[in-house]
């Protein structure tokens, strides 16, 4: 089982509130990314990192943030949740920098916004 | 961008009948993994592709990876009710910062 940690597991807000996805890995994986996927759906990937203070917006169109200030943990941040956010959240990790290895995910949330 | 699609979307299967998904990216991948999803779970890493033509086996699963490497199939023998998911192709690109693409997925459906 990979050490790959998401929380919380299961999350309902109200339209506006500031929310943060926290995402924490222990295997020393340089690369990290966020995803967004409805139920059974495609994976889009809404944020990644290379390493510490390396981040980049994905192919999705997203109102998050995220940081990388230590290499294990990797918070995702919506500032003003809305019933569009609904979704799940999956986080993974993998590899070093300059490598190919499998990625790991978390268990994910499950996220509503009413 | 770097796309990475997959046919068919949706198989609904006789347990015991072959399914095969095929996954085309729009450019040249430095090497490709699978992943299955079972229902309410998160993907989890399969297989991993490198070499132009590459075969790689695991019991009833046959992987396969294009000539030009921009393609990928991934075909299951005999299927049974445990083969349930949404199967994921990833490509990754070629460079210094390489990132991963996943496609657009396949869900197997098996009728017992």
């Known amino acids: 089982e990979a050490d790959i940690y998401q929380t919380p597991r299961y999350l309902v807000i109200g339209t506006g509130k500031k929310i943060t996805l926290e995402c924490s890995q222990t295997m020393g994986h340089d690369k990290m990314y966020w995803y967004q996927q409805d139920p059974g759906m495609e994976l889009h990937l809404i944020h990644y990192?290379?390493?510490?203070?390396?981040?980049e917006k994905g192919d999705l169109s997203s109102e998050s943030t995220v940081s990388r200030i230590r290499t294990e943990h990797f918070p995702l941040t919506l500032e003003s949740a809305r019933p569009s956010h609904t979704s799940q959240y999956l986080c993974?990790?993998?590899?070093?920098?300059?490598?190919?290895?499998?990625?790991?995910f978390g268990q994910g949330t499950r996220l509503t916004v009413v | 961008g770097q796309q990475v699609m997959q046919i068919p979307q949706y198989q609904h299967v006789q347990e015991g009948e072959d399914f095969t998904t095929y996954c085309n990216s729009s450019?040249?991948?430095?090497?490709i993994q699978w992943y299955k999803q079972r229902p309410g779970g998160h993907p989890v890493f399969l297989i991993q592709?490198?070499?132009?033509?590459e075969v790689k086996k695991q019991k009833r699963l046959t992987f396969q990876f294009g000539e030009a490497k921009k393609n990928s199939s991934l075909h299951i023998t005999a299927t049974q009710t445990t083969d349930v998911g949404t199967y994921f192709c990833a490509g990754w690109g070629s460079g210094g910062y390489q990132k991963v693409t996943f496609g657009t997925g396949t869900k197997l459906q098996v009728i017992p």
């Open positions: 450019t040249t991948l430095s090497n």
């Open positions: 993974a990790s993998g590899g070093r920098q300059g490598g190919t290895t499998e990625a790991f």
């Open positions: 592709l490198v070499k132009s033509g």
């Open positions: 990192s290379y390493g510490v203070n390396s981040t």
